[in-house]
């Protein structure tokens, strides 16, 4: 069934996927596209696509992330539409002998034609710091600096889009928080929200609902694909003096940790994250007490993490675990030891889609009778795609996703021990007696 360009398409979630989506459309003559997001402001303040800086790398073990990582940087550096929002800082990209992912990175990017350079003793690792940072020893570890890679201001990129979409006429309502899909047998045919109101959209519904499209939709049958997971994040607050030290460093992501840490922003404040463990929750306290009395129940039958903010619990919401706080510590001093003896002056749960082999899910629910599409788990790696990842969704969305892709994203493929996955991650409850404190932070 081919779809009507002049038909109504509603996307839920203004985020990466869903701002992106409504941009291809609209780029390829679709005349009718409103998204619509629960978040009063956008971007959204409790967002995965909302934060100082997310990192935009090509470096994938898989070469279809990246070559379209290497498509999405041409597109940031183009400042009519992005203006300064992507930073080239180039990207450390740190391994080890037994990290096969970081090597496959490596000969991808090589094969790409990127600016790459080999680093494997203490002095090669040191000469693409600045020469006033304190570093850490590096010992006994490999890797290479991708100098055509970088970070991107993640809430700037957000306002970009939404500029770029506006000025197409496409419609963004905020303040519409989603809790019942409108369906007529197979068919999807609009929405209706918490406050009552009902979004139509006789031609398709696309969901990019992000880590909240489980708990959004207990009752919709999605299997177990995917699960909205927390990463650990910490900042450490500069003084203008410490920031020129570390100013001109690259973002340093280690693959053999899962830690990364961007270089200082305007403001001199520097972001470390951790993913070593995922944090899951399902203790549903805050969300579920705007939604339906039966609201609770169904996700706890159904077992689904739900994402806890500082919207849904605005006065621990940001707080991390204290065994995550001393990872932080523990994998700053390895880098920056100087930094290590500072305070985190803020942490925050940044919550993901994650699927269970690293691949997004983009394509029709298969009983939808396509009028209903996913374009979610990004899986903790979509941001730096925000420019192109929404051409996929609209691939998918024409019929013109090639068919390896269409497998790739599907919703009910195969699970895939040996994906895309960046590491042997762990997993484990959230444990909300397990919070950092203040003392925890100094």
């Not at 100098?147 to 963004?172: F, H």
């Not at 809790?179 to 047998?185: D, F, K, R, T």
Request: glycine content about 8%; hydrophobic content about 40%.
């Amino acid at each position: 069934m081919a779809h009507d360009r002049n038909g109504k398409i509603l996307i839920v979630g203004a985020g990466c996927f869903g701002l992106s989506t409504a941009l291809a459309l609209l780029k390829r003559g679709w005349t009718d596209v409103t998204v619509i997001d629960r978040a009063a402001t956008l971007p959204a303040p409790d967002g995965a696509s909302n934060d100082i800086n997310r990192v935009v790398r090509t470096s994938y073990s898989d070469d279809f992330y990246s070559k379209l990582a290497f498509d999405a940087i041409r597109e940031w550096k183009t400042r009519d539409k992005w203006h300064d929002a992507y930073h080239e800082s180039g990207v450390l990209v740190l391994g080890s002998g037994s990290v096969d992912y970081a090597h496959k990175a490596y000969l991808h990017d090589r094969d790409i034609g990127l600016r790459v350079v080999p680093l494997d003793s203490q002095a090669t690792f040191h000469q693409v710091f600045m020469l006033q940072a304190h570093l850490g020893t590096f010992e006994n570890r490999t890797g290479y600096l991708n100098r055509d890679s970088g970070w991107a201001n993640a809430g700037q990129g957000v306002k970009c889009i939404m500029d770029q979409v506006a000025a197409l006429n496409g419609k963004i309502i905020l303040g519409k928080d989603v809790v019942e899909l409108i369906q007529h047998g197979q068919k999807t045919t609009g929405v209706r929200c918490v406050d009552g109101t009902v979004f139509d959209a006789l031609e398709l519904v696309v969901l990019a609902t992000g880590s909240w499209t489980g708990s959004a939709f207990p009752d919709l049958p999605i299997g177990n694909i995917f699960q909205a997971t927390g990463q650990c994040i910490a900042m450490v607050q500069l003084t203008p003096e410490e920031a020129d030290m570390y100013k001109e460093c690259p973002v340093v992501l280690d693959f053999a940790l899962s830690f990364c840490i961007f270089p200082p922003n305007e403001q001199n404040m520097v972001k470390l994250a951790t993913h070593k463990c995922k944090q899951s929750n399902h203790n549903h306290i805050g969300l579920a007490d705007i939604h339906a009395a039966g609201y609770v129940q169904s996700i706890g039958a159904k077992n689904i993490s739900t994402p806890r903010t500082i919207t849904s619990d605005p006065y621990t919401g940001l707080l991390i675990p204290k065994a995550d706080v001393k990872e932080l510590r523990e994998q700053l001093r390895m880098v920056y030891p100087a930094l290590a003896e500072k305070p985190f002056v803020a942490t925050r749960m940044c919550w993901y889609n994650d699927s269970f082999d690293d691949d997004w899910v983009i394509g029709y629910h298969p009983k939808s009778d396509k009028s209903l599409m996913f374009a979610t788990a990004g899986s903790g790696h979509a941001y730096k795609f925000l420019p192109v990842i929404g051409q996929l969704v609209a691939d998918a969305i024409e019929g013109k996703l090639s068919p390896q892709l269409v497998n790739k994203f599907a919703l009910d493929r195969t699970p895939n021990q040996f994906g895309e996955r960046r590491d042997q991650l762990g997993r484990q409850e959230l444990d909300l007696s397990q919070l950092c404190t203040p003392e925890d932070l100094l």
